[in-house]
């Protein structure tokens, strides 16, 4: 059984900072691409960043330029540094794992972390 387990949220105020992390455990040969989603009250989740094993990284656009997506190849985790927060980026940060092969095996899934909030308020 994979997990995937996020932490680092927290209150900050407009204009600070946060460093997300997603650590993942079980018996995994392989990850595609780790992401960041979130969810705001009343919302639906949205795409923030994601980023494969070569690196190759993508960004929503209202985060671009604010977050960077990074991740650990070795350890199989991956991490969002976010800056400027705003108001508007108050949400629950989910982590995903997506295109996890598990050893001995050939069969590949997403499998999700339960979230950590972040709460941007002055």
């Known amino acids: 059984q994979v997990q995937v387990v996020e932490s680092g949220g927290g209150l900050v105020q407009p204009g600070g900072s946060l460093r997300l992390s997603c650590t993942t455990s079980g018996s995994i040969f392989s990850i595609n691409a780790m992401g960041w989603y979130r969810q705001a009250p009343g919302k639906q989740r949205e795409f923030i960043a994601d980023?494969?094993?070569?690196?190759?990284?993508d960004y929503h656009y209202t985060v671009k330029g604010r977050f960077t997506i990074s991740r650990d190849n070795t350890n199989n985790m991956v991490f969002l540094q976010m800056e400027s927060l705003k108001l508007e980026d108050t949400a629950v940060y989910y982590c995903a794992a997506k295109g996890v092969r598990t050893e001995g095996t050939n069969y590949k899934a997403d499998y999700w972390g339960r979230g950590t909030q972040v709460t941007v308020s002055s």
């Open positions: 980023i494969t094993t070569d690196g190759t990284t």
